[in-house]
Nanobody, 122 residues
Framework: QMQLVESGGGLVQAGGSLRLSCVAS????????MGWFRRAPGKEREFVEA????????YYADSVKGRFTISRDNAKNTVYLQMNSLKPEDTAVYYC???????????????WGQGTQVTVSS
């Protein structure tokens, strides 16, 4: 089992920044690809960004290109999502996710956090 706990969500004005954190426990963190997903009100969950176990490979959704950056600190068992130039349409519950396969973490990761709310006001 892998337990994931997100933090860092909150209310921010459009154009502002937030950094989400996700601390993992229960598994060898560096062996797992990690990702961030989000679910906006009334919409389906969507992929945001992912990073490989070593931190070298990343993949992101076009909607966040140039604004969001995923990173990880394997010594701290933590993955981050730095969100800049936030827009009202970024408002969603953001979920941290993990899987042993980078390909799988992009679509159907096996482990999920409980989510953290991000609200961007206009």
């Amino acid at each position: 089992q892998m337990q994931l706990v997100e933090s860092g969500g909150g209310l921010v004005q459009a154009g502002g920044s937030l950094r989400l954190s996700c601390v993992a426990s229960g598994r060898t963190f560096s062996s797992y690809a990690m990702g961030w997903f989000r679910r906006a009100p009334g919409k389906e969950r969507e992929f945001v960004e992912a990073v490989g176990g070593s931190g070298g490979n990343t993949y992101y959704a076009d909607s966040v290109k140039g604004r969001f950056t995923i990173s990880r600190d394997n010594a701290k068992n933590t993955v981050y999502l730095q969100m800049n130039s936030l827009k009202p349409e970024d408002t969603a519950v953001y979920y941290c996710a993990g899987d042993s396969s980078f390909v799988t973490v992009l679509r159907r990761p096996g482990y999920w956090g409980q989510g953290t709310q991000v609200t961007v006001s206009s």
